[in-house]
């Protein structure tokens, strides 16, 4: 049971880079996924993809958007997502600066997030 880190490659240029990360290969319904954004991501006015992710054929689903709202929202699930968590970005936030965004699941169910490790709420 060794763990398993995936690089998410990056679909649009407002984000750096992001990564999975899971403790056992052998459950891939606990883990963390991790968004790095560039500078200004949070000023776009168009929803953006942070992370659309199939592993393993299927067994593993995950996608984060990015709304210009100031909200993203998340879903999980195996073979289809099978849950799904809105959060909110506070308006105090600075909208130009790059930013760190963490997804914590465990079970298959979306347990948190962080903005640069503050938690955030969720609708």
Not at 20 to 41: K, N, P, Q, V, W
Not at 43 to 54: G, V
Request: aromatic share 8%; net charge negative.
């Amino acid at each position: 049971m060794s763990e398993l880190r995936i690089d998410i490659p990056s679909s649009a240029p407002e984000i750096e880079s992001s990564e999975l990360y899971f403790s056992s290969e052998d459950d891939m319904g606990t883990g963390t996924c991790t968004i790095f954004l560039a500078a200004r991501a949070l000023k776009s006015t168009e929803p953006i993809d942070l992370a659309r992710e199939m592993v393993n054929r299927g067994e593993f689903l995950l996608s984060v958007t990015l709304n210009p709202d100031r909200t993203f929202l998340v879903l999980i699930g195996a073979i289809q997502p099978s849950m799904e968590r809105t959060f909110v970005i506070p308006p105090y936030i600075n909208d130009a600066a790059p930013h760190t965004i963490q997804i914590i699941f465990a079970d298959w169910n979306i347990a948190s997030a962080t903005l640069d490790k503050q938690r955030l709420g969720a609708l």
